[in-house]
Nanobody, 124 residues
Framework: QVQLVESGGGLVQAGGSLRLSCAAS????????MGWFRQAPGKEREFVAG????????NYADSVKGRFTISRDNAKNTVYLQMNSLKPEDTAVYYC?????????????????WGQGTQVTVSS
């Protein structure tokens, strides 16, 4: 059974940093592209960042470019999201997701597996 478990969320002041982790119990983790999405109250789930299965290519939402960095360690079956210069508008539940398509999708329904989410709250 595939499980994705996020951790690292919390409360931080504007300008601060957090590092999210997503541990995957997927036997063929290195076959999956991984994505981070977020959902704020009353809003749709939106793409934040994605990384290809080998880690050679990444993609970011315009709103986080230059502030967030996605990375992965296939030996540890883990994907990370380093978030710097956090803003109050980054407040949301952050989800990691796994996808076996041949490209980094920015569309949530394209992803096969999802974690339960971790709350990130940025105070002003």
């Amino acid at each position: 059974q595939v499980q994705l478990v996020e951790s690292g969320g919390g409360l931080v002041q504007a300008g601060g940093s957090l590092r999210l982790s997503c541990a995957a119990s997927i036997r063929t983790f290195s076959s999956y592209n991984m994505g981070w999405f977020r959902q704020a109250p009353g809003k749709e789930r939106e793409f934040v960042a994605g990384i290809t299965n080998g880690g050679g290519y990444t993609n970011y939402a315009d709103s986080v470019k230059g502030r967030f960095t996605i990375s992965r360690d296939n030996a540890k079956n883990t994907v990370y999201l380093q978030m710097n210069s956090l803003k109050p508008e980054d407040t949301a539940v952050y989800y990691c997701a796994a996808d076996r398509s041949g490209y980094i999708s920015i569309t949530a329904p394209d992803y096969e597996y999802w974690g339960q989410g971790t709350q990130v709250t940025v105070s002003s």
